[in-house]
């Protein structure tokens, strides 16, 4: 009988889980939050562009492509 996907999954998981990390260096709380922030806006951006995406309003269009350069703009900050 085949696998499922589900099991696969979870085998990978498994696997990865047991597999050493290479040698990182720990954050500082001043890079997690430029990190968390980041993947915020990121976030954030993404929805922007889906919704501008199926946006019909003119306004509605206008106000998310205002709201995607600012999102740019800060993101282009961070990085």
């Given at each position: ?25 720990a954050l500082t709380a001043e890079e997690r939050d430029a990190q968390e922030k980041r993947r915020t806006i ?38």
């Open positions: 009988m085949a696998r499922g996907f589900e099991s696969k999954d979870v085998e990978y998981q498994q696997a990865e889980a047991e597999r050493p990390r290479g040698a990182r260096r990121e976030l954030a951006l993404a929805r922007a562009r889906a919704d501008l995406g199926v946006a019909r309003a003119d306004a509605h269009r206008q106000m998310l492509a205002g709201a995607i350069a600012a999102l740019e703009r800060q993101l282009a900050q961070i990085r």
